[in-house]
């Protein structure tokens, strides 16, 4: 609820569907459309060949064969990088 006790709504849009939030973060309520905006934009060409998608802070890479998939990661991190965004290793699998 904001200060005049309505609802507050907001919702990003991505190639596989809508995702609503249940809790805007830090009251910054344009930051998660925002941030998707952006990863779209960086990932676009990727992302219509159908083996990368992106949700917010998540890329997943899918392919058939194993040396595609490393050359896609290594576009995408190299695209995040030249974007001054990094990826935590620790969350790659």
């Known amino acids: ?5 309505r609802q ?4 990003i849009t991505i ?3 809508s995702f609503k939030p249940t809790v805007m973060f830090l009251g910054l309520t344009n930051l998660l459309a ?5 990863i779209n934009k960086i990932l ?3 992302i219509n060949t ?4 992106s949700f917010i802070d998540d890329v997943i890479v899918g392919t058939e064969m194993k040396e595609e998939y490393d050359e896609i990661v ?4 190299k695209r995040l990088a030249k974007n001054d965004l990094y990826v935590k290793l620790e ?3």
């Open 34 to 38: 925002m941030f998707q905006t952006m």
């Open 50 to 53: 159908r083996k990368v998608a």
């Open 74 to 77: 290594e576009e995408v991190v």
């Open 8 to 11: 507050v709504k907001g919702g």
């Open 44 to 46: 676009w060409d990727l």
């Open 15 to 17: 190639l596989e569907g």
């Open 91 to 93: 969350k790659y699998k």
């Open 1 to 5: 609820m904001d200060k005049g006790g």
